[in-house]
Structure formats: C-alpha cells, structure tokens
C-alpha cells in the first residue's frame, strides 16, 4: 500500500530520537496556523536571499526544515485520525481544513526551493544535499503554481470525497453491518457459495455508488487534465509523472516494461491461473474462485490479532539486531493500528511523523493472510524510514515510490524463514507458495492499471461508459482468462474503481511493479546467499534518495526491470521457484 499518506506533504525527518518517547495516542495535535507558517516562510526565504555564503544559507535551510517537520507532523497526526475513525466529526473538520489549506502553502515550499535552487552557492549546497534534491526541485517548479491552487483544493476534496464514499459501506451480511474490508474473509472462504454471496453483496454495493463514482473520477480526470493545461502540459501525463518525482526514467522506459511484460509475464502468469483451476478441481474457473488458493480455501495466519503481533515482533528480533530495534521501538510506542473496525477507511499505509522521527502503520486485520501481509510490506516501509532518521539531510529522505516500493516488497520475502510464527505447520508451504504465485499474478494487473491511465489522460474527454470500454479491452489483454460470471458491475469494466489508487494517486500504481519485478531478483538472490542479499537491502535501504533509483539499483547489484531482457531472466527464475 502507498508509502505515504496523502497529506505527508514535505520530507520525512532525521537526526537522533528523543530518549523518552511519546505513545502515539499522547502525541498532542494543534491545528496549524497557515498563515503563521507562511509568514516563517516568507522569512526563511528573505534569509535565504540575504545570506552571503553557501554556509550562511544551509543554516537557514535547517530552520526549513524545522518548519516543515512541523507542518507535517501536524497534518499526518489530523489524516491519521481521521482514517483511524471516518465519523469523527472533529477529525473530518481538520482533514477540510488541510484540503483547503495545504496546497498554497506547497506552492510556497517551492517557491522557497526555487531560491534555494538558483543560489550563487550552488556549488557547495548541492555538495551538502545532492543533486537528486536539486533535480527534484526543478521538477517541483514545474508542477506547480498559485494559478491551480484552486484546482489543487478542488481535487483534494473529491479524493477525500471517494475515500469517505468507500469507507462508509454499509453492507448487511447475517444479521451484522460489515464495511468492505470486514467483508473480505468472506470473500475468500473456501465454501464456494459463501464467496460467491459475498461477492453478490459486495457487487450490489458498489452498483449501488457507481453513479457517484463515475462523477467523482470524471471530475478528476477534467481537474487534473486543467491543471496540466494551466500549467503549459498537453495532458495530465507529463505533469503526473513530475508529481510522481520521476527523476530518471519517463514514459517511454515505462511503456518498454508494460510490453515486456505482455510478451513474457502474462504467459507465465496465466499458466499459474491455470494450475489454481486445477488445484480447485474446476473445470472452469470464475473470478469469485479465483481468489482461494486451493480446496481447503487460503491460509489463515492462526491466534488473535495480539498474537500475530507477538510473532511479528519474534519475527523481526531473529531476523537482524536493526529490525529487533525497529519493531520493539513500534510496538512500546503503539504506531501500529491494524485492529478492524467498522468505523476505519479501507486498505493500509504506511506514514511518517517527523517531529517524533517514527513511522506510523495503519491496516485492517481481518483474520485473512492480509494480515501478514502487513506485517511484511508494511513494516519494509516502515523499517527503511526508521533507519532513515539517522540522516541529517531531509532531501535524502525524500524517495520515489518505485523505490520505496522495493523496500516493502523485498521484505515480505526476506520473512520468509519466520512464516512459520504466523500459520500452523501444514500450513505454512502454502502460504508460502500463495505469496509467491499472487505476486506473480499482481504484475500483469498492475501494469493494466497503469496503462489504463495512460489512455484516461491522453483521452481526458473520454465518457465513463467509454473509459469502462477501456478496462475491458485491457482485462482481455493482461487478464485473458477473467469471468465476472454475472456480476454486472464487474462485467461492465467497473473493476478499477475499486482501485483507490487510481482515483487517489494517479499514476502511482506501475511504481509497484517496478519494486516487485525487484522484489523478485531479491527472491533469486537470497535462495542463493541470503546474507550478501540481507546485506544489500540494507544498503538500499540507507542509501534512501542520496542517488537516483537507477543510480540505487546499480549501487545495490539489482538489474533495473527497464532493461531489456531483465523481465526475462526474472521469469527464468520464477519458473525454477513455482
């Protein structure tokens, strides 16, 4: 899940931890004053200006810092309460707040950068800094400015809209109301009336929304394509991959990957639909089957959710003396809220609180394998962030999703060896092989919903019946075995609007192959050596954004998935594995 909540609107802190830490729940929380902050920005930048050394104007820099820690602090405190809680009244008040308020106060972070970007001091800022920070800044110039921050509030609103609409679902199952996360162990249960049940009553919900949901996205897709055309781009594409921070590679590495995947992946991938067809006993197979392992359903992790958190603190204390520090830090100071509740939003993050220098994970147990999921990726993101924090340079912190990616990913399989804390003995192989074979299968659909937005914002003017249209030509090319089997919302090419990201986080969904396809030379290489392998994801992970992505890659010994051939050897190796 992202790695980042939608208002961790500036760097991630460094610098050493409080002795004595603050328990989340204590962590006191006072609105910012924007125009406060303002006015100490507008300070800072008039500092900045005035400064008569490349030393004089670090110095001032590390007072930005301090500003936008704050800044950030705040705001992750306000969006991470509201998710924890989507009817706290007071909670939704401030997330408005942020909505209306943070995107002027962005383009005032850049417009700071921008002096700090055309100093006489370069030379020796970019010496302190890097120039990753420096490219990152030219590509915040270019995508913002005073003329879409009404626009900018407009979209922040409609995605806050989208993520409410969701996370009120109301869906009544044997005399209980369950949400849509609470309804997912249904989803997957072995018997196959109950999926298909529970499938029926997730379709008539969502067919009940689809409405609202084709107009919150057009009215994205027509914000965002204005934004882009205010901002000098033909579409909304160019100025989303700037948003996305996409320093080193662009459209074109992207798409080489996409085909590259259509020719060797989706093969590979659909073979392993055919063998859960088999292993089903089907002679054909629909979507609500495809979702269980085997016969007997998918593994469930065994004991309580305070059981599963024990294991995952035994877990992270044999795996390295820094994941040991990591975890035990998470667990004395309650930053994790994976229990199910009905009032919480859907899905998981990870986040950061700056002032505090601590991670903070938010999911949804809901006694399914995800649960351990969460345990692995989720705490890969956190894990990278913690040992971030010993970075004086803010900037360093600063990391591209395709990056930040390979650090949770790769951590769900250097867990591996510890799967056994979570799941009873003849259990265990299985989960083993599921996480293998859906991360397999994940690839095709991720680069689907990638392409999927590409062809929205190159054709903005598109209706949502003729973007529907879209996705199932695409399922036909990427999914070539799917059979909604008579769940209209599906059947329609409704699918993707499910797909939060794609409402929330335009373009971000291809960064989560980028990491998998990573992910998965990791898998190669600690079958091989899982020391050297351990050692080089520790790299990775406190080289953080001191290079470019391509740049880590190389340092890391990683092949980049947008070489030619890369996809290749990746499935040479899979085929080995499964």
Known sequence: MPYRSLYDIVEKTTGERKSE????????????????????????????????????QFEIHKKYYALTDRVSTQATLCSIRHSIDTTDKFYQEEQDYYDQET?????????????????PYREVLEEKIGPVAFKNIEI?????????????QEENALVTEYEKLLAGAKIEWEGETLNLS????????????????????QNEFFLSIEEKLDELYDKLVKNRTLQAEKLGFETYTPLGYLR???????????????????????????????????????????????????????????????????????????????TKEFFDFMMENELLDVFGRKTKAVGGYMTYLPDYKAPFIFANFNGTSGDVDVMTHECGHAFQGYLAASDPIREHADIGMETAEIHSMSMEFFTEPWYHLFF?????????????????????????????????????????????????????????????????????????????HIYSFPLYYID?????????????????????????????????????????????????????????????????EV
């Open 244 to 322: 996305m921070q996409r320093n080193c590679y662009g459209r074109k590495e992207v798409e080489n990957l996409r085909r590259q995947v259509k020719e060797v992946f989706v093969p590979f991938a659909e073979s392993l639909y055919e063998r859960r067809q088999q292993r089903l006993g089907l002679s054909h197979m629909t979507y609500s089957d495809e979702q269980v392992y085997g016969p007997e359903g998918s593994p469930s992790p065994k004991g309580t959710p305070e059981e599963i958190l024990a294991a995952g603190q035994q877990m992270y204390e044999e795996l390295s003396p820094e």
């Open 103 to 119: 995107p002027a106060y962005s383009n005032l972070c850049v417009a700071y950068q921008k002096e700090l970007f055309a100093s």
């Open 21 to 56: 830490f603050m328990k989340f729940k204590d962590m006191p929380y006072e609105r910012i004053d924007f125009e406060k902050a303002k006015e100490e920005l507008a300070g800072l930048l008039q500092a900045l200006k005035e400064a008569k050394s490349g030393e004089e």
């Open 182 to 201: 609470l309804l997912t162990p249904y989803l997957k249960s072995k018997d196959r009336e109950v999926r298909r049940k529970a499938f029926e009553k």
């Open 140 to 152: 915040a110039m270019k995508s913002v400015s005073d003329e879409v921050i009404p626009l900018m």
């Open 424 to 500: 009873d003995k003849d259990t265990t192989e299985d989960y083993t092989r599921m996480h293998l074979e859906e991360a397999v299968m994940f690839v095709p659909y991720g680069c689907m919903v990638d392409e999927f937005q590409h062809e929205v914002y190159d054709h903005p003017e598109m209706s949502p019946k003729e973007r529907k249209e879209v996705w199932k030509k695409l399922e036909k090319i990427y999914k070539p075995h799917m059979d909604y089997d008579g769940l209209p919302f599906f059947e329609k090419g409704c699918f993707w609007q499910k797909q939060h």
């Open 512 to 576: 989560y192959v980028i990491a998998q396809l990573c992910a998965f030379e990791y898998k190669a290489w600690m079958d091989k050596d899982y020391k050297r392998a351990w050692e080089s994801y520790l790299k990775l992970c406190r080289m953080s954004a001191s290079k470019f992505h391509t740049e880590l890659l190389k340092e890391a010994g990683i092949d980049s998935p947008f070489a030619d051939g890369t996809i290749g050897k990746i499935v040479e190796n899979l085929e080995k």
